[in-house]
């Protein structure tokens, strides 16, 4: 039987990803199919960590002509319901998952505690962490570098909607170009959107590995955690 790749990752989901074909909201299935696959590898050793998005309900930058910083704090509520969503739907497969709010709503939730966090994950629970840094001005993005570095996950699964990390859009644009390896530098100098040049930098400085690849493809994190070659693996020069 084979091993997995990594002992403790940390997994990027973004709000479009839990919304599914319905562009908007929460969708069941998706969902539910997203959390048999963290079971799989949970149950397999693999020491789990999860930052969710919250683009499905708002961003803050759909704030038009709004304050940013209101903005901001209410794109980290959008990340909350999608956390608590996603331990609803990990507890019913019984998967002991613990949410932690980096902004304190200790009716729904742990304040984010570092060492807190950890010891969750030594005890194969699952630790979700919403309400991004609990700053403005930071994406999601930039939360799941920081919690990686600080948790020393072996690597980020960036899961998006797309299979890979392209030149272009290639959704909108046939030619574009599929990238199977990049450096942080590549990433950087090609302007490329895979996560801001804030959490790039970061996971640069600290030599955090990303994966990025599609949840469309069924069993694609399964996949990732044994090594097989999808998507698109983003790593220092050395």
């Known amino acids: ?20 074909t319905k562009g908007f909201g929460l969708d069941t299935e ?5 959390a048999e696959e963290i079971k799989y590898i949970t149950e397999k ?17 759909s704030g038009e002509g ?13 990340t909350v319901i999608n956390g608590l969503a996603l331990q609803d739907a990990l507890e019913n497969i019984d998967i002991m998952t613990r949410v932690q709010t980096a902004i304190e709503m200790r009716q ?23 309400g991004g840094t609990g700053n403005p001005y930071f994406s999601t993005d930039t939360t799941a570098a920081l ?5 020393e996950a072996d690597i980020i699964l960036l899961a998006k909607k797309v299979d890979a990390v392209y030149d272009k859009d290639p ?10 390896e990049l450096t942080y530098l590549d990433v950087l100098k090609l302007e490329l959107k895979v996560m801001d040049s804030t959490a790039t930098s970061l996971c640069m400085d ?5 994966k990025v690849f599609s949840l469309d493809e069924p069993e694609n994190i399964i996949k990732v955690i044994y090594g097989e070659r999808i998507g698109t693996y983003i790593h220092s020069e050395t």
């Open 1 to 20: 039987m084979k091993t997995p790749l990594y002992k403790r990752v940390l997994l990027k989901l973004s709000g479009e990803a839990l919304a599914g």
């Open 30 to 34: 998706t969902i539910n199919k997203i």
């Open 45 to 61: 050793g693999v020491q789990v960590a999860i930052v969710v998005g919250g683009g499905n309900f708002w961003r803050g930058r």
């Open 66 to 78: 709004m304050d940013r910083t209101t903005a901001d704090y209410m794109g980290m509520m959008a």
């Open 108 to 130: 729904i939730a742990e304040p984010y505690i570092r060492r807190r966090a950890v010891r969750h994950l030594e005890k194969s629970r699952v630790v979700i962490f919403a």
């Open 147 to 151: 919690r990686a570095a600080e948790i």
């Open 171 to 180: 959704h909108t644009y046939h030619d574009a170009k599929k990238f199977e």
């Open 206 to 210: 600290n030599r955090i590995p990303i």
